[in-house]
T-cell receptor
Framework: AQRVTQPEKLLSVFKGAPVELKCNYS??????LFWYVQYSRQRLQLLLR??SRESIKGFTADLNKGETSFHLKKPFAQEEDSAMYYC???????????FGQGTILTVHP | DSGVTQTPKHLITATGQRVTLRCSPR?????VYWYQQSLDQGLQFLIQ???????AKGNILERFSAQQFPDLHSELNLSSLELGDSALYFC???????????FGEGSWLTVV
């Protein structure tokens, strides 16, 4: 069975501070990992895919297969980063995303 | 704008009633997915259709059903509604390669 765990429901940082949102997964094969962001209960927007290895809005995430983690990082948080962040994975049944419980990030001025 | 459109945006209905949520995928996308987002359950995959056929099923209740029509739009039917069905229902779509899934803005359902 595939599972995604985001251990922190809430995360607060100050503007300019580094931020790391944790994500651990369990999956027997080779999953594809994603980060989605949701602002104020709006639609989910794709932030990152692990296979594209890009940096969006200053965020990066590295897949660590040994630790089965896909933590999201940003060196200097901005107030506009305040949102709900979801880590998700898909396996062989492409498109069936399994989401973590989400982490609410609040960046204080 | 992701290109996935959902109607209605908000819906308030009484327990025991039936509602239909509609989704139009992005132009050219063959796959449609339905997700439920609630405070207690988080984001849960309900069902996926690909080019009119059911492809995968998740935690979808028997009181719920979905279909995808020849023009590729999809409908999610929720019947015998209960208070606990109050949630934000998302539709998403992807192309045949399925490498990126795009979400609509969701339909807020409140059951009173």
């Amino acid at each position: 069975a595939q599972r995604v765990t985001q251990p922190e429901k809430l995360l607060s940082v100050f503007k300019g501070a580094p931020v790391e949102l944790k994500c651990n997964y369990s999956y027997s094969g080779s999953p594809e990992l994603f980060w989605y962001v949701q602002y104020s209960r709006q639609r989910l927007q794709l932030l990152l895919r692990h296979i594209s290895r890009e940096s969006i809005k200053g965020f990066t995430a590295d897949l660590n297969k040994g630790e089965t983690s896909f933590h999201l990082k940003k060196p200097f948080a901005q107030e506009e980063d305040s949102a709900m962040y979801y880590c998700a994975l898909t396996g062989t049944s492409y498109g069936k995303l399994t989401f973590g419980q989400g982490t609410i990030l609040t960046v204080h001025p | 704008d992701s290109g996935v459109t959902q109607t209605p945006k908000h819906l308030i209905t009484a327990t025991g009633q039936r509602v239909t949520l509609r989704c139009s995928p992005r132009s050219g996308d063959l796959s449609v997915y339905w997700y439920q987002q609630s405070l207690d359950q988080g984001l849960q995959f309900l069902i996926q259709y690909y080019n009119g056929e059911e492809r995968a099923k998740g935690n979808i209740l028997e009181r719920f059903s979905a279909q995808q029509f020849p023009d590729l739009h999809s409908e999610l039917n929720l019947s015998s509604l209960e208070l606990g069905d109050s949630a934000l229902y998302f539709c998403a779509s992807s192309s045949s390669s399925g490498n990126t899934i795009y979400f609509g803005e969701g339909s807020w359902l409140t059951v009173v």
